[in-house]
Nanobody
Framework: QVQLVESGGGLVQAGGSLRLSCAASGFVGKISVMGWYRQAPGKQRELVADISSGGSPNYADAMKGRFTISRDNAKNTVYLQMNSLKPEDTAVYYC?????????????WGQGTLVTVSS
C-alpha cells in the first residue's frame, strides 16, 4: 500500500512563494503519474499539475507560468514550486499518485496541506 506524505504548506503573503513536497512510501511499485490537486472552501477539488514518470508536466491553465512541478523518481517524491501566489490560490493542496503494484493499480491521495495566501 502506498502512503503519501505532504509538506511545505503554510501562510504566505500575496506575491510570495512556497514549495510543496510529497514523498511516497510503502509498497510503491511503479508510480506512473504524480500530481497536485487543490480544494478551496466551497469548491470542488481541481487539478493543479501532474507529471509523468518520464518527466512530462501538465498544468491547469490558471497555474501556467507561476507553478512548476518536478519529480525525483529515485526518491518517489514530487515537488510543486509556487510563485507569484494570489489569495485565490488559498486551498488545501493534495498530493496524488497513480500507478500499479505488480498488476494491481492504485490511485492514492495524501492527507492534504493547507496553503493560505494573504492579501
Amino acid at each position: 500500500q502506498v502512503q503519501l506524505v505532504e509538506s511545505g504548506g503554510g501562510l504566505v503573503q500575496a506575491g510570495g512563494s512556497l514549495r510543496l513536497s510529497c514523498a511516497a512510501s510503502g509498497f510503491v511499485g511503479k508510480i506512473s503519474v504524480m500530481g497536485w490537486y487543490r480544494q478551496a472552501p466551497g469548491k470542488q477539488r481541481e487539478l493543479v499539475a501532474d507529471i509523468s514518470s518520464g518527466g512530462s508536466p501538465n498544468y491547469a491553465d490558471a497555474m501556467k507560468g507561476r507553478f512548476t512541478i518536478s519529480r525525483d523518481n529515485a526518491k518517489n517524491t514530487v515537488y510543486l514550486q509556487m510563485n507569484s501566489l494570489k489569495p485565490e490560490d488559498t486551498a488545501v493542496y493534495y498530493c496524488n499518485a497513480r500507478g500499479s503494484y505488480y498488476a494491481t493499480p492504485f490511485n492514492t491521495w495524501g492527507q492534504g496541506t493547507l496553503v493560505t495566501v494573504s492579501s
